[in-house]
């Protein structure tokens, strides 16, 4: 009986281990739910794509949690979605064209904000169809800084190359999307 006793307590205390690591990476990795989709969202553009990367995301993140360093967890995490994104669902992204905001067939095309079904001139849409016809290191850089607005560093480390590539990146991404602006588009 001895055995079966301290089995089953061995059992229990690697239960309450497990739950106390799902409960701290619950509450590190979280906070950062809302950017890993919009990341997502901005690769791949796709609304169920998105929701799947960052469900291996996160499978993948709380699986390797322990053996993480360091103690931001948001570049970790993006590192992680950036890898699912470019690995396993990138064979699914519809081969990328550019987009002519100003055709209304074509905008009607495009995904909306995360979190919105159906595009809202009165907000923005008309940018964000710029920034998704952006090529796709461009259109990373540019939705990590401007719509989860993270700081230049911390981009470079999500996406491993030198601060100064993220710098110029985003100037090619400005300068893009200044050309192709139109001065009669609408944007909020």
């Not at 055995?3 to 229990?12: E, K, L, R, S």
């Not at 799947?52 to 996160?58: G, I, N, W």
Request: glycine share 4%; with cysteine; net charge neutral.
């Amino acid at each position: 009986m001895t055995g079966y006793y301290t089995a089953g307590h061995h059992v229990a205390g690697r239960h309450n281990a497990d739950s106390e690591r799902v409960r701290r990476f619950r509450d590190a990795a979280l906070p950062c739910l809302d950017d890993a989709y919009r990341l997502a969202y901005f690769l791949l553009r796709n609304r169920t794509d998105a929701e799947d990367a960052v469900q291996e995301c996160y499978r993948r993140a709380l699986h390797h949690f322990e053996g993480r360093r360091g103690e931001a967890v948001r570049p970790w995490l993006l590192s992680i979605l950036r890898s699912v994104c470019y690995t396993q669902f990138a064979r699914r992204v519809e081969q990328e064209t550019p987009v002519d905001p100003a055709d209304p067939r074509q905008a009607q095309k495009l995904p909306a904000e995360p979190g919105s079904e159906i595009p809202d001139p009165r907000e923005g849409v008309a940018i964000r169809q710029l920034v998704y016809s952006l090529p796709a290191p461009l259109r990373e850089a540019m939705a990590m800084r401007e719509f989860n607005d993270m700081p230049y560093r911390e981009i470079a480390e999500v996406v491993g190359v030198p601060l100064a590539t993220v710098m110029s990146r985003l100037a090619q991404a400005r300068e893009l999307l200044l050309t192709r602006w139109q001065p009669g588009d609408k944007a909020a």
